[in-house]
């Protein structure tokens, strides 16, 4: 058989061949593999000679040898002495191929209920309005640099090997000092969790605290990220419509179950900007005490406030007692850095532990041990008293730039914090349209809509943080001319 059967092996090898990928003996090696496990090649059937195969595929005869090596090494093939090299015989290829009405991969129920959030993400892209994204090259980079040298010269051992799921202590030293300090967080370094971003926070939360069908309240509109990972964890998601002031306790008091769970963000809400008065956050408390709410303080872009000293936050009016308080480094550093923090009521820490080892174990070292440096050597502090400053006028510049060339078209939801503005059409059009149009045009910008639950809001969200003033006025420019 050997001449002739060579040509079937043509066949097999020329589509590897064309991918160009690996060296000839990989290609080889890869096509005849693939004839095995497809049937091609029976269980038992006899191959060509490997002089044979080589003159046939125009190869070298030691590649033609050393691939037929590594496929009887690794069970593949079978060689006899005198008879030659066969297709090993007890290979069960029929096990891995499709059965014959193949459907598609049945998902579980909780992860068929997740929304498809990845596929919302806006591209890495830095266009005028990116959401949310900080000043990146405002960052000093070079000063992270030389704390990344130090720390792992320092302690090499502590940070290359397995770490802790509660976080590095020293970041959690530095955290539970700099939260009591700027946010009058009540926290201890045992009740401050490090996790991969406030998104593993919340979902981790809503995995601890819910069961699948336990209702947790939102707010409408309200960020989508916090949606999603309590309709991940299978929860019933009843939205509170905000108004002026923010989240209303009173609708929280007429739901009928109470929920297991709110989750709201009163320093400055997302995406509108207001900001939860006092008379708000006590009835919420008294209110989540009275029947047993747990309420979760997403504080996203706490450090930016414009109008004045940063906001006391609502966990520390409750002496953290039913709020778990969500922090990121997203906004205030870099989103890269991929940290974030919780701090928990005590009884919650050992179940939430419990989650965080078996999600991902814990978080890097290395990075968590330059930014305990950073916070403890007084630089967060310094770099956020510097971005106010620079995001104080680039939000100015924004609010001018709308004023002077879109005032016909958009009002500007007055909000005196954050890295971003909302605008809501005066006409009240379709604003996925008009985001779409948009970003056609070269600006990312999400639509109002999007945050919505049962609402119509009608509007732009519009970054403004890592766009120098020139560069604000001129997308303000080109995006008005795409509306008109
Ligand atoms: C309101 C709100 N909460 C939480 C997050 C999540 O931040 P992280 O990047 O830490 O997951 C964001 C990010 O955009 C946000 O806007």
Not at 26 to 32: M, P, R, S, V
Not at 124 to 135: E, I, K, M, N, V
Not at 244 to 268: C, E, V
Not at 292 to 313: H, K, N
Request: charged letters at 25%; aromatic letters at 6%; one cysteine or more.
């Amino acid at each position: 058989m050997a001449r002739r059967a060579a040509g079937r092996f043509v066949g097999w090898f020329r589509p590897v061949r064309n991918t160009g990928s690996g060296t000839l003996q990989d290609q080889l090696y890869t096509a005849i593999r693939r004839a095995v496990l497809g049937g091609e090649l029976a269980a038992g059937e006899r191959l060509p000679s490997s002089r044979a195969l080589a003159s046939d595929l125009g190869l070298g005869r030691n590649t033609v040898v050393a691939a037929v090596e590594r496929l009887t090494a690794e069970g593949y093939l079978t060689s006899r002495r005198g008879a030659g090299l066969f297709v090993a015989a007890d290979l069960p290829v029929e096990d891995l191929r499709p059965p014959a009405d193949s459907r598609p991969p049945i998902l579980s129920r909780r992860s068929a209920a997740a929304p498809d959030l990845h596929a919302e993400r806006e591209p890495a892209l830095l266009r005028p309005f990116a959401l949310g994204t900080a000043s990146l090259d405002a960052f000093p980079l070079e000063l992270w640099r030389r704390l990344a040298v130090q720390t792992l010269r320092r302690r090499p051992g502590d940070l290359l090997g397995y770490g802790d799921p509660r976080g590095l202590p020293a970041l959690r030293q530095a955290l539970a000092t700099y939260l009591a300090d700027s946010r009058g967080v009540v926290c201890s370094p045992e009740t401050v969790m490090i996790v991969s971003g406030a998104q593993q926070a919340l979902d981790l939360i809503a995995r601890l605290l819910l069961d699948p069908g336990d209702v947790a309240a939102v707010e409408d509109p309200g960020y989508a990220g916090a949606r999603d990972a309590l309709a991940s964890a299978g929860a019933r998601l009843v939205p509170v419509a905000v108004d002026n002031q923010g989240f209303d306790p009173a609708i929280l008091a007429g739901l009928s179950p109470a929920p297991k769970l709110a989750m709201l963000t009163p320093s400055h809400q997302f995406p509108l900007g207001m900001t939860l008065p006092a008379s708000r956050r006590l009835a919420l408390l008294a209110e989540a005490r009275s029947r047993g709410i747990w309420i979760v303080e997403d504080d996203y872009d706490c450090e930016y406030r414009y109008g004045g000293p940063p906001l006391q936050a609502l966990q520390g009016l409750d002496g953290g007692e039913r709020v778990l308080y969500v922090g990121t480094f997203s906004k205030v550093l870099f989103p890269g850095l991929r940290l974030g923090y919780v701090v928990l009521p005590e009884p919650l820490v050992d179940g939430f532990l419990r989650l965080k080892t078996a999600a991902d174990g814990f978080a890097p070292g290395w990075p968590q041990a330059i930014l305990a440096e950073f916070i403890a050597q007084g630089y967060l502090a310094q770099h956020i008293r510097r971005m106010r400053v620079l995001y104080r006028r680039r939000r100015s510049a924004l609010l001018t730039a709308i004023e002077r060339h879109a005032g016909d078209l958009l009002v500007p939801r007055l909000s005196e914090a954050g890295l971003h503005l909302t605008v809501e059409f005066r006409d009240g059009r379709d604003d996925k349209k008009a985001s779409r149009a948009l970003q056609e045009a070269g600006l990312t910008v999400g639509p109002l809509s999007r945050y919505a639950v049962a609402r119509g809001l009608s509007g732009l969200l519009l970054g403004f943080a890592a766009f120098p003033e020139a560069e604000l006025e001129a997308a303000v420019q080109r995006l008005v001319s795409v509306l008109r």
